[in-house]
């Protein structure tokens, strides 16, 4: 965990060092905590972020996982007929 925290505020201060008042605007904005600036209200989702979801990669993820944990108990079965 230490390493990710020093991560974040090295990262921080090469940024702010190389872009300087752009990065500090970014910064304003933003958080490293996941949704706290949308929390906060710095940030507004979209009307349509559910879209973001719903593209192919995602599916076949989601079908894949739903194809292998019902297909399980038939993998288990398979397995248990081997005779190595």
Request: glycine share 8%.
């Amino acid at each position: 965990i230490l390493h990710h925290l020093y991560s974040v505020w090295h990262g921080d201060r090469r940024l702010e060092a190389k872009h300087g008042e752009a990065f500090e605007a970014i910064k304003e904005r933003t958080s490293v905590v996941p949704f706290l600036a949308i929390v906060e209200g710095r940030q507004e989702l979209p009307k349509d972020f559910w879209t973001e979801f719903l593209r192919g990669p995602y599916a076949l993820v989601v079908g894949g996982t739903l194809a292998a944990y019902y297909a399980h108990p038939f993998m288990m079965a398979g397995a248990a007929l081997l005779k190595w």
